[in-house]
C-alpha cells in the first residue's frame, strides 16, 4: 500500500516527481510476496512510462519483471511485458519480438495456442510501423515458425 501512495502522491504534488524510491519499493514488495502479480505488471509500466508521468526507468521496469520470471516462470504475461517495455520504451524492436517468442512459447506450454499470441504480437508490430520486427516474428526470424 505504502508503495501505492508514494506513486500516487508524488504523481499529484511534485513539480517534478523523480520517482527516485519507486523501485525500491517494488522491490521490497516483491521480495516480500513474490507471486505478486500486479506489483510486476503495473509497477514496471510506471518504472517505464516517461517522466512526468512515471520514472522513465525502462531498465529497471525490464529487472523487475526479470524478477517476476524468476520467482514464477510459468507466468507469460511477464514474458510479454518484457516485449512491451521494449517495443515502447527501449526501441529494440527485435528483443521486444525475441521476448514475444518467449511469452507465446510460455502460453503454449500452459496449454494455450501460443500461434494465436504470435499473430496478433507481429500485427502489433505491424501496425505501428515496426516491419522489421514484424517481419522477424512473421516469418520466423526470431524462432518463430
Known amino acids: 500500500m505504502r508503495t501505492v501512495v508514494y506513486f500516487g502522491g508524488h ?3 511534485e513539480q517534478r516527481p ?7 519499493l517494488l522491490d521490497l514488495v516483491t521480495t516480500l510476496d513474490p507471486y505478486f502479480t ?13 517522466l512526468p508521468g512515471g520514472a ?4 529497471l521496469a525490464i529487472s523487475l519483471l526479470d524478477k517476476g520470471v524468476q520467482a514464477d516462470p510459468r507466468r507469460w504475461e511477464y514474458f510479454e511485458d518484457i516485449g512491451f517495455v521494449h517495443y515502447f520504451w527501449t526501441g529494440d524492436y527485435t528483443a521486444a519480438a525475441e521476448w514475444f517468442k518467449r511469452a507465446a512459447d510460455q502460453r503454449l506450454r500452459g496449454g494455450i495456442d501460443g500461434r494465436v ?14 516491419l522489421h520486427a514484424a517481419g522477424e516474428m512473421f516469418h520466423g526470424g526470431v524462432g518463430m515458425g
Not at 117 to 130: D, K, N, S, V, W
Request: proline share 7%; glycine share 10%.
Open 117 to 130: 499470441i504470435e499473430q496478433e504480437q507481429a500485427q502489433q508490430c505491424e501496425r505501428g510501423g515496426f
Open 18 to 24: 523523480t520517482f527516485d524510491q519507486l523501485f525500491p
Open 38 to 50: 500486479m506489483a510486476y505488471r503495473f509497477g514496471s509500466i510506471f518504472l517505464a512510462e516517461p
Open 11 to 13: 504523481r499529484r504534488l
Open 56 to 59: 522513465g526507468r525502462p531498465d
